[in-house]
């Protein structure tokens, strides 16, 4: 059984940073790519954020420059480092795990609203 909880959410102002983390239990994730995405009232989830076991990053043009995926295999917990928000960053926050042979997971989702 895999579970993947989210922590780190809140409110923020405009400019303020905030690092959002997802633990999971479960012992796939060192070997899956881990990753972040969002979706906003009345929006498609979009993907933000993805690393692979081996650390290549794939990030969303929207938040390149601004936020960073990262992970810790020894803690099974993935982080996104948030930084100079912004009001249309404001969204649910899901974490994701892919497994090639396990699947794919996902995490409940934690809010993320950003006052202007």
């Known amino acids: 059984q895999v579970q993947l909880v989210e922590s780190g959410g809140g409110l923020v102002e405009a400019g303020e940073s905030a690092r959002l983390s997802c633990a999971a239990s479960?012992?796939?994730?060192?070997?899956?790519?881990m990753g972040w995405y969002r979706q906003a009232p009345g929006k498609q989830r979009e993907l933000v954020a993805v690393?692979?076991?081996?650390?290549?990053?794939n990030a969303a043009d929207s938040v390149k420059g601004r936020f960073t995926i990262s992970r810790d295999n020894a803690k099974n917990t993935v982080y996104l480092q948030m930084n100079s928000l912004k009001p249309e960053d404001t969204a649910t926050y899901y974490c994701?795990?892919?497994?090639?042979?396990?699947?794919?997971?996902w995490g409940r989702g934690t809010q993320v609203t950003v006052s202007s």
């Open positions: 479960g012992s796939i994730f060192s070997s899956s790519s």
């Open positions: 994701y795990a892919n497994h090639n042979l396990r699947g794919f997971y």
């Open positions: 690393i692979t076991p081996g650390g290549r990053i």
